[in-house]
């Protein structure tokens, strides 16, 4: 599959597997990029393939479960993007 970088360039990435982030946030068909030296999540692939809710911030991005509400992930703001932090001990 290749990807359209805003930059022009155009880069391959291979479909890897299911990334299990914590116990309960996980994330299916996963697109593996070689060349990067970090990991993006696409806001609108997450939300139209799981069952979570965000809600944004001008600091912070919390993840939840739909039906409990139940947080499983939050993402604070730095340098214009926002960096997820899961705590991988979460039931």
């Known amino acids: 599959m290749c ?3 805003p930059n022009g360039f155009v880069i ?3 479909i890897s597997r ?3 982030l914590s116990p309960h946030f996980i994330i299916h068909d996963v697109l593996y990029v070689p060349n990067f030296k970090f990991n993006l999540i696409s806001i609108s692939k997450l939300l139209s393939s799981l069952k979570y809710t965000l809600t944004f ?3 912070h991005c919390l993840i939840q479960e739909m039906k409990s509400l139940k947080m499983i992930g939050l993402a604070k ?3 214009g993007l926002y960096q997820l932090q899961i705590n991988k001990d979460v039931n």
Do not use: C, D, F, R
């Open 18 to 20: 299911t990334v299990q």
């Open 12 to 14: 391959v990435a291979h």
């Open 3 to 5: 990807i359209h970088l």
């Open 57 to 59: 911030s001008n600091s």
């Open 77 to 79: 703001l730095k340098h």
